[in-house]
């Protein structure tokens, strides 16, 4: 399974409605409101790299009230 965290910088008081509906992506594990530089931590997982991009190019970057994503890749070490 592979493995991204997504930060999700939004709208002014868009955190909670963005919140929820990242909880309605079948590829988003985790989504959690946090204080700091971004609003919202988001773990994603998915066999293919190909549905982890769908999900980030065309459910998550979609939602009204994101105004910024940065996405990570987890990197494995034996």
């Known amino acids: 399974m592979k493995k991204k965290f997504v930060l ?3 709208e002014s008081g868009k955190e909670v409605e963005v919140l929820k509906q ?5 590829q988003v594990k985790e989504a959690e409101l946090v204080y700091g530089d971004v609003d919202i931590i988001v773990k994603i997982e998915a066999e293919a790299t190909e549905k982890q991009l769908e999900a980030i190019l065309l459910e998550i970057r979609r939602i ?6 940065t996405t ?7």
């Open 8 to 10: 999700i910088s939004t």
């Open 22 to 26: 990242l909880k309605t992506i079948s």
């Open 72 to 78: 990570y890749k987890v990197r494995k070490i034996a």
């Open 64 to 69: 009204e009230g994101v105004a910024k994503t």
